[in-house]
T-cell receptor, first 112, second 115 residues
Framework: KQEVTQIPAALSVPEGENLVLNCSFTDSAIYNLQWFRQDPGKGLTSLLLIQSSQREQTSGRLNASLDKSSGRSTLYIAASQPGDSATYLCAVSSGSARQLTFGSGTQLTVLP | ETGVTQSPTHLIKTRGQQVTLRCSSQSGHNTVSWYQQALGQGPQFIFQYYREEENGRGNFPPRFSGLQFPNYSSELNVNALELDDSALYLC??????????????FGPGTRLTVL
């Protein structure tokens, strides 16, 4: 059974800092890994998708890496802004339906 | 291009009742997955529909059932509601679960409260 863990559960940083969110998964037989952002009471916004054959993906100030063999991914956010405050969820696609298994998220607060 | 839409936005039911939630997939997407997100937790996979057939199911009882229509929209039905069914229900669509990156795009969710 696939299990996903995200550390830390919560993080508070001053504006402008660079930060790293961590995600680990137990079964390396994945198709891809997605990072999502969720604002309170809202749906999920896809930030980055890394296919199992890739090592990293970049979008603007975001960079995600994947080490499938060790079951780890990191999301790097450069020059954080108050608008980045949200919960960040990591999810891996595995199983016959390629369903997503999610971590519990990291709640990020960027202080002005 | 229209994104994933869900209705209703909020719903309040009492224990024992039945509920139907609806989802319209993103244009061109033939696969719909449903997830349940309890407060403070990550979403959990309920089931997936591909071309009108159930394609996979998570650890949810049979009182959770679904449908997918020829236009790829989908319904989630929950019978005999329990208090623990209170959650945000999320629908995600993707293009063909067997090929390509299978990136899933999520709707805004339906907040279900069971009293």
């Amino acid at each position: 059974k696939q299990e996903v863990t995200q550390i830390p559960a919560a993080l508070s940083v001053p504006e402008g800092e660079n930060l790293v969110l961590n995600c680990s998964f137990t079964d390396s037989a994945i198709y891809n890994l997605q990072w999502f952002r969720q604002d309170p009471g809202k749906g999920l916004t896809s930030l980055l998708l890394i296919q199992s054959s890739q090592r990293e993906q970049t979008s603007g100030r975001l960079n995600a890496s994947l080490d499938k063999s060790s079951g780890r991914s990191t999301l790097y956010i450069a020059a954080s802004q108050p608008g980045d405050s949200a919960t960040y969820l990591c999810a891996v696609s595995s199983g016959s339906a390629r369903q997503l298994t999610f971590g519990s998220g990291t709640q990020l607060t960027v202080l002005p | 291009e229209t994104g994933v839409t869900q209705s209703p936005t909020h719903l309040i039911k009492t224990r024992g009742q039945q509920v139907t939630l609806r989802c319209s997939s993103q244009s061109g997407h033939n696969t719909v997955s449903w997830y349940q997100q309890a407060l403070g937790q990550g979403p959990q996979f309920i089931f997936q529909y591909y071309r009108e057939e159930e394609n996979g199911r998570g650890n949810f009882p049979p009182r959770f059932s679904g449908l997918q229509f020829p236009n790829y929209s989908s319904e989630l039905n929950v019978n005999a509601l329990e208090l623990d069914d209170s959650a945000l229900y999320l629908c995600a669509s993707s293009l063909g679960f067997r090929t390509g990156p299978n990136e899933q795009f999520f709707g805004p969710g339906t907040r279900l409260t069971v009293l």
